[in-house]
């Protein structure tokens, strides 16, 4: 059984930064979406299983930088010049793909959520 645990959500004010760690309980290609209330859940960055090639949706482009530590099974979401439409419950996800698909169907695991805050 695939475990993934999130930590790293808080409040900030705009502008601000986060970071999201996953910790897995496995190596897998992994991705980050975010749902708020009223919305469907988005992608926002993955990353595949080696850890050479990254995605990440044209609203978080150049803002946020997914990368991954495979001694410890983490994957993390540094998240920089933080807005109000960042605010969201953020999900880490895993996948049997070896790339990070978009897609949330394609993902067979997903963690608790962790609640991103931004404040104007």
């Known amino acids: 059984q695939v475990q993934l645990v999130e930590s790293g959500g808080g409040l900030v004010q705009a502008g601000g930064s986060l970071r999201l760690s996953c910790a897995a309980s496995?190596?897998?290609?992994m991705g980050w979406f975010r749902q708020s209330p009223g919305k469907e859940r988005e992608f926002v960055a993955g990353?595949?299983?080696?850890?050479?090639?990254?995605s990440y949706a044209d609203s978080v482009k150049g803002r946020f930088t997914i990368s991954r530590d495979d001694a410890k099974n983490t994957v993390y979401l540094q998240m920089n010049s933080l807005k109000p439409e960042d605010t969201a419950v953020y999900y880490c996800?895993?996948?049997?793909?070896?790339?990070?698909?978009?897609?949330?169907?394609?993902?067979?695991?997903w963690g608790q959520g962790t609640q991103v805050t931004v404040s104007s």
């Open positions: 996800a895993a996948t049997g793909y070896g790339v990070a698909p978009a897609l949330a169907g394609r993902y067979g695991y």
């Open positions: 496995g190596r897998y290609a």
């Open positions: 990353i595949s299983w080696g850890g050479g090639t990254t």
